[in-house]
């Protein structure tokens, strides 16, 4: 346990790790603002969000709409470009970490990424990826980080002094393009939510298995700043979910409905309380658990938008991102809460969530809503809570001793 121990705090002392703290400390303020605005545009500004609808807010509050409008401002340039922004950190603090020029390397970082998720409309209008600007934090890390690497190799050479900053952009430019070729021809291969037709075409079994190894790979492309196929909100408008809601509608109640598992069913019904991970679980868990201030600081600030499953500032504040310590209970927790959430289903102890949710609904009450008020579903999902928070428990402390150490090595 002790060399564990060790090697995790060393590992947390590289120069790579440290880039990559400094940019999540950077990026951490805007991605909390950005999860407050989305928030307040989403679930209470909105006239299908959970606080709108419970109050009625869009019926008497004043410039709703206007405010709206400047929440989705601040949502857009903040959680929907990110990836950008990391771009720049990474290569900026990279530099840093060599006692290079971080302003130099990190518009070259920059620039190199704008240039790869580049994708022009009809008529050279200019245009970026959505899919690489908000969800694509991972590519622009390994983009910034080579592009500032690059970019600082060349101010030990011999070369002209002015050569030194025009070749490594020039060389960047060349790669980020063949890159950004590259990139068109993936993304039109985009990983694609298969959900409603295999559960609509397999057995229930089969459809069990599959919505749990979808889970599985969500939670890890989430872990690695990568959007899953379940990283979307819950629909009710694939087919599945049309099914199980008319069946529902025609019988009165929901559960005898034709499709049993499947992604709002189980992963948006009880494995996805704030947000990837069960990432609310985690928050209880640091307030009640840890002793470092600064992580304790972070989760009561990501309380607001974690409530409505917004996690996007838990996993930078912490960070949950590429952190090894969280990676095993950001997987376990929720496949947990499926299993479990299965077997209750299987034996008809709850019925299926087949009605319509609002938008932003707390992750405990999306199974209670959407099975029109069942309280046996909402005491499995305060009792699952209990039990991820616990889970959490023994890797908190764990995290907060890897801290410890990584400073005592750090002084050292």
């Known amino acids: 346990m002790n060399r564990l121990l060790n090697f995790s705090a060393q590992v947390r002392n590289t120069k790579l790790a440290s880039a990559v703290r400094n940019t999540f400390t950077l990026l951490f303020p805007i991605m909390l603002l950005g999860g407050f605005a989305e928030t307040i545009k989403f679930v209470f500004l909105n006239k299908n969000g959970y606080m709108s609808q419970m109050f009625g807010i869009y019926q008497w509050f004043p410039y709703d709409k206007e405010i709206g409008w400047v929440m989705g401002v601040i949502f857009h340039c903040t959680i929907d470009m990110i990836a950008l922004y990391a771009a720049f950190g990474i290569a900026y603090y990279t530099a840093k970490e060599y006692q290079k020029e971080g302003a130099i390397a990190g518009v070259v970082g920059l620039l190199a990424y704008l240039i790869v998720s580049f994708q ?118 694939d087919t599945a979910s049309m099914g199980n809601m008319n069946a529902a509608l025609k019988t009165g109640n929901s559960w005898n409905v034709p499709y049993k598992y499947t992604d709002t069913t189980l992963f948006h019904s009880f494995a996805n309380f704030g947000g990837s991970g069960v990432m609310i679980a985690l928050i209880i868990a640091i307030l009640i658990f840890s002793k470092k201030k600064r992580t ?44 479990v959430a299965a077997i209750f289903i299987s034996l008809h102890w709850i019925p299926i969530a087949a009605y319509p949710v609002p938008l932003g609904t707390p992750g405990p009450l999306i199974a209670f809503i959407g099975t029109n008020g069942n309280w046996l579903t909402l005491i499995l999902g305060a009792f699952l809570l209990v039990i991820d928070v616990l889970v959490y428990w023994p890797f908190v402390k764990l995290s907060d001793r890897i801290s410890q150490k990584a400073g005592e090595i750090n002084e050292n």
């Open 120 to 237: 022009p409309l009809g008529g050279g209008i200019p245009n970026f990826s959505h899919f690489l600007m908000s969800e694509g934090m991972l590519f622009a890390l390994v983009v910034g980080y080579f592009s500032s690497r690059l970019t600082i190799s060349f101010e030990d050479s011999q070369i002209d002094d002015h050569l030194k900053i025009i070749l490594p952009i020039f060389i960047v430019m060349l790669l980020a393009a063949l890159l950004n070729l590259a990139s068109l021809s993936l993304l039109r291969l985009e990983i694609p939510t298969y959900v409603a037709s295999f559960v609509v075409k397999h057995t229930q079994f089969n459809a069990l298995l599959y919505v749990l190894g979808m889970g599985v790979l969500t939670n890890i492309l989430s872990w690695m700043a990568v959007g899953g196929p379940f990283s979307g909100s819950p629909t009710f408008t």
């Open 296 to 339: 304790r600081d972070v989760s009561h600030w990501s309380i607001f938008p974690a409530i409505f499953n917004n996690h996007y500032a838990m996993m930078l504040g912490i960070p949950v991102l590429f952190n090894p310590v969280f990676l095993v209970p950001f997987i376990i927790v929720p496949l947990f809460n499926m299993i």
